[in-house]
């Protein structure tokens, strides 16, 4: 479908395929999404391909500590949630395979669809469009595979069902390391996703920022944020062994958000300019102003 200029452009959806169990927001084909095979003669997969691995070769216990300490102090920079939005129109994800758009492109399709179907939740719809927001790191020194791509913890066994498997740590030395390699690693058994030391990326940052800079998202929003790249726990089944009672609710508000994430990935380009007003509303209301990042 082409797009046209409206208020709401993402709308141009048909009507039917909302009634569909499956969230269709575009022609692309579910199973389409996500596509992890490795073929290294097409550039798009090759470029995700070596985000993963190198990520899955750098990301041990210690850096995500090193990782908190450095950023966690929010002394980096400070800029608005509009100014810092309008920096990832300069960022195109490297980890993901289902998009070649600025990311700010990706923030105004997730936020308009949510819009679509709960009109009323607005601190919903500032959640899709600043979930991604984390990614600014990567204009701060650090390197992509630190801060897009799917999250895992670190300190216990790597999960079948993170993107390229277990074999993709094979140069990792967390995975040699006994202390780290178990089941349960340095965890006990049912500790809560909040006891789990997450590979650094940008759904821990940006829920950490939120916090700091005390905005009034309501913890629904952040949770969908803090764990909507956790895809080997939200998508692939694993890590219930170190899961508890509160993360079973949390994992519903994750899957709503994340249909909107993750399927709304298409050609439809949303008129960004005409839709700013309502968005810098939600902006003064949940998190105004200057904020440390
Ligand atoms: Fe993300
Ligand atoms: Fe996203």
Known sequence: MAPTKSNSPISMIDPSQLLRPEPVFSDKPIDAFRDYTIDDSDPIKERVRRTYYLMHTNVTVDLVKQKREKWLKFNHFKSTIKDA?????????ESDPDTDLPNIVHAFQTAERIRQDHPDDDWFHLTGLIHDLGKVMAFYGEPQWCVVGDTFPVGCQWADSIVYGPESFKDNPDTYNPKYNTKYGIY???CGLDKLLMSWSHDEYLYQ???HN????????RYMIRYH???????GGDYRHLTNDKDEEILKLVLEFNKYDLYTKCENVPDIEALWPYYEGLIEKYIPGVCEW
């Open 188 to 190: 006990q058994p049912h």
């Open 209 to 211: 920022f939120l916090l």
């Open 85 to 93: 939005l309008i920096k990832l129109n300069e960022l195109v994800d």
């Open 214 to 221: 005390k905005s009034k998202i309501p913890e629904s929003g």
């Open 229 to 235: 790249s956790f895809y080997p726990w939200h998508s």
